[in-house]
């Protein structure tokens, strides 16, 4: 088990930045792919942004490409995700998510959110 704590949300304007964290606790950090989705207003949740347990290979959507990147420090047990250029179609609650899989699929440790806001 392992159990998810996200920080770092808040309101931005259009075109500005924000860095999410997300600290691990339970059983070790560096056997999980972590990942980050998010759910706006009455839709779905989505995949935003994926890596693997060294931390080399990352999936982003193609909605985020570019302007998002998410990383990892195993000595820290924390996960982020920078996100520049923001707009407000990124407007949504955002989870930090493990699998003990691969970064594509069995995300199944998830945090509580946190919401982002990106108004004028």
């Known amino acids: 088990q392992v159990q998810l704590v996200e920080s770092g949300g808040g309101l931005v304007q259009p075109g500005g930045s924000l860095r999410l964290s997300c600290v691990a606790s339970?059983?070790?950090?560096?056997?999980?792919?972590m990942g980050w989705f998010r759910q706006a207003p009455g839709k779905g949740r989505e995949f935003v942004a994926g890596?693997?347990?060294?931390?080399?290979?990352?999936d982003y959507a193609e909605s985020v490409k570019g302007r998002f990147a998410i990383s990892r420090d195993n000595a820290k047990n924390t996960v982020s995700l920078q996100m520049n250029s923001l707009k407000p179609e990124d407007t949504a609650v955002y989870f930090c998510?493990?699998?003990?899989?691969?970064?594509?699929?069995?995300?199944?440790?998830w945090g509580q959110g946190t919401q982002v806001t990106v108004s004028s």
């Open positions: 998510a493990a699998s003990l899989t691969s970064l594509y699929t069995g995300y199944n440790y």
């Open positions: 339970g059983r070790a950090f560096s056997s999980y792919a």
């Open positions: 890596l693997s347990r060294n931390g080399i290979t990352t």
